[in-house]
DNA sequence: TATTCGTGGTG
DNA sequence: TCACCAAGAAT
């Protein structure tokens, strides 16, 4: 049913003034109100009054999955609790906690904007989605949705989800002119409740934003929709997927990366590559070490794995140089023997005999040995990470046992 | 306004 | 397997 090209909303829907609506708004709002209360997953950011463990986690949650945000949100509260805190930080500390999230312009966005609300807000964050918009990294959503969760400001925060779900309930197909966003901006406003009593101390405008995101991530989802869990789908027109225009076809490349590892004394060490400050792509962070594919050539390289970046597919090959007695590769069941084992080295093992190492497509500035030992403090790439974890270079993170049955 | 930013789960 | 796309913002 989808998969078509996208039309424009009807003319008389883009009124400047409140939309008309083929139902009241305040018994959608309700419905939704009251699903929400026996339905809300119980996350690690709700609940909560300090906004910004708020900001934190709107910002965390941008384009990136629920499950993922979990875990690192309280990893990262754990070592930045405050604006203080992290304003105080070396960038460097903050792009390692970030490490694997992605989009990490997000996380420079985020220490600058505390080092902006310490310097003009005297480190307490503005109560208002005007104000709030001014931080870097914020933009109408992290504004509306900061200011309704954390400050009770009756406006609406309009997300992926939201815009969804909007959508269907209308009968309106995808479409991202600035006519239509308008349009579904007038709706999405007119659907948030007011606040009850300047003494209730109720957030019914935190709660409807956060209920239209949990419908549309929960229930309104992209493909296959639980419509008969729905608490609006009276009020819904399309009761199911809603016309989404084509997406941009997938590209893909292959590519190559060196893994030279050596001993220095008792630890060992792997040479990294910090990619430059001026690069749009992950910049300042660390990486295995590329190399030219014509300097792969005919090679069999000792690790394959597939990373997606947006709309590239990259096919990546890793190649590994290691000192005498060190393994190439090892079975991830046996992580911690190898680790035992490479801390017994031998003294004064290096790769002295790399016939990749020169071909490295990089400046040696940018080339430096790191303790393994120490690789969870750096601000590795999710590729480098995937590609030495794989490879048993570096530790998998233990599973946590926060939230698990105890054991009979 | 259209692109560019990462990564991983999912059907 | 593979396309899709997630609590968007900046440029």
Known sequence: MPRRKAAPPAEDQSAESAPHLAFDPAEFSARLAHWFKHNARDLPWRNIRDPYATWLSEIMLQQTRVATVIERYVEFLERFPTVTALAEAEEADVLALWS???YYRRARMLHRGAQFVLREFDGKLPRTSHELRTLPGVGDYTAAAIASIAFRERIAAIDGNVERVINRVLGWPEDRSTKARAALQ?????LVPPLLSPRSKANPPGDHNQAMMELGATVCTPRSPLCLQCPVVEFCQTRGEHITAPRAKQKSRTVAYLLAIRKRGTSTEVLLHKRDAQQSLMANMLELPPLPMEAVAEREPTLRLRHSITD???????????????PPHHDPDVIDEYHDELVVATPDDHVDSSELLPQIAASAEALQWHNTKLLALLPLTGLARKALQRSGVMLVPRPTLAGLPPLE
């Open 100 to 102: 694997g999230l992605g």
């Open 186 to 190: 007038q709706v999405a406003q007119s």
């Open 312 to 326: 590239t597919s990259y096919y990546v090959q890793i190649f590994t140089e290691s000192a005498p007695g060190v």
